[in-house]
């Protein structure tokens, strides 16, 4: 190759001029409207500093005093002009005055760090010093306690989970505290992300979109706040086939949960949660097909009154439910093995179904993975039959009949599930 025969030192020195002529270039184009006196330099400018930075380093790059000793020096010219910046135009922006500090330090980066980094490092900066409209728009758009609800989540998965111990808690007890913590960071994680893509993605979405990303935080909250907005437009044709989706997105969300505690259940899950998705999206098509052409309402307005999912008493409700369920869960197999776990399903559906369902996926190796399927099955058909009930109370009565067709089929679906399972396993 070409490139093997020209000099080491020759390729480095030309990717620190092309380089920070690419920084020089952006920055003009930022600056391509202001006075030109205002700035201390663009193109030109950021290629000689990256040049001063490179003979500097390349001299001494063992002890890097040359090269120290011109850091400072730019510093010091780059703090004078910010302070006359400051004096004469009342502008504090330190955003070039950093770049050509990072341009600077060009040579350096490329002699001693893999070439992959130096152009992430590259690319980040062009990056950041173009978003700046954008990034301004975006952090409008957090309400106050934003950032608090992120730090939450990072508490919650890195802080908290690594710490628990992972034996069990006793004989009785056969769950782990960081199992359960981990249940509540996956279960969380998903509805997190969820409502950042509602919240920030998504904002104006209409209402079938914003019920799909409801669906990822809460179906059955989605149902319930969807059902009573229905009674200020009776006549919307969406609102069914929203709450229907929501109720697919449940079904998606389960199988993820699945997927991450206990693959081998969720394999088994897989082809009945694909007909009953396939069912539920059929049902909604027919609906909208044949439902009256109304205005949509915003994602703003059908699920402005959805909270953070990121809470500290949620997450603890949720571990005591979490252990409520693991000891009743290990009881009821001790007693009535897996009849009684099927049971347990059917109530447990009319309450949070996540923790009894992820304490099953957690369930010892011993433990069948056709027994922890079809009780899934039957939770979320009893978690059907609840959601059903919701919408039925709390929608205007145009929206019924509507809302038995489509949960009814879903619910028959589930329930004829249970009785074929043992057929095929």
């Given amino acids: 190759m070409i490139l093997q025969h020209v000099p080491p030192d020759l390729i480095k020195f030309s990717l620190v001029v092309i380089f920070a002529l690419f920084i020089g270039l952006e920055q003009r184009r930022l600056q391509i409207n202001l006075d030109f006196e205002s ?30 000793y011109g850091g400072i020096a730019m510093a010091v010219l780059l703090g004078i002009y910010y302070y006359m910046k400051i004096n004469l ?53 957090f309400d106050s306690d934003e950032f608090l609800t992120l730090a939450k989540f990072m508490v919650l998965a890195g802080v908290i989970l690594p710490l628990l111990p992972d034996q069990p808690v006793s004989a009785e007890i056969n769950v782990s505290p960081y199992k359960m913590w981990l249940a509540i960071v996956v279960v969380s994680s998903i509805s997190y992300l969820g409502y950042l893509l509602r919240k920030f993605a998504f904002p104006t979405a209409g209402l079938l979109l914003t019920a799909v990303l409801g669906g990822l935080y809460s179906s059955t909250a989605t149902t319930v706040i969807l059902a009573r907005q229905s009674k200020s437009n009776p006549a919307e044709s969406q609102t069914v086939p929203a709450i229907l989706l929501a109720t697919t997105m449940m079904y998606l969300r389960i199988f993820l949960v699945a997927l991450f505690f206990n693959a081998q259940v969720a394999m088994v899950l897989l082809p009945w949660f694909a ?20 205005t949509v309402l915003t994602g703003s307005n059908a699920l402005e009154k959805q909270s953070n999912p990121l809470e500290f008493k949620t997450a603890i409700v949720f571990g005591l439910l979490f252990i409520f369920f693991a000891i009743i869960t290990g009881y009821v197999v001790k007693l009535y093995g897996t009849r009684g776990v099927n049971g347990l399903a059917f109530i447990v559906g009319v309450t949070d179904i996540d923790p009894f369902i992820i304490n099953l996926f957690q369930q010892k190796p011993g433990f069948v993975t056709s027994v922890t399927a079809i009780a899934v099955i039957n939770a979320v058909t009893s978690n059907n ?12 009565k145009l929206l019924r009949i509507r809302l038995i067709i489509g949960f009814g089929a879903l619910i028959l679906a589930g329930v004829a599930s249970s009785f074929l399972f043992p057929i095929f396993y």
């Fill in 385 to 396: 039959i609840i959601k059903m009930i919701y919408a039925i109370v709390l929608s205007d």
């Fill in 39 to 68: 700035t201390f330099g663009t193109d030109r400018t950021f290629t000689l500093i990256g040049i001063l930075g490179y003979i500097l380093y390349i001299i001494s790059p063992r002890d890097m005093t040359p090269f120290i």
């Fill in 275 to 294: 007909c009953f998705i396939i069912i539920s999206l059929i049902i909604v098509y027919i609906f909208l097909k044949t439902g009256q052409k109304q």
């Fill in 89 to 141: 135009k009342q502008l504090f922006g330190l955003t070039s005055i950093i770049t050509a500090l990072i341009t600077y330090c060009l040579a350096p980066l490329i002699y001693t760090q893999p070439a992959w980094l130096v152009l992430l490092v590259v690319v980040c900066l062009l990056v950041l010093t173009e978003i700046k409209d954008m990034l301004l728009a975006f952090s409008k758009k």
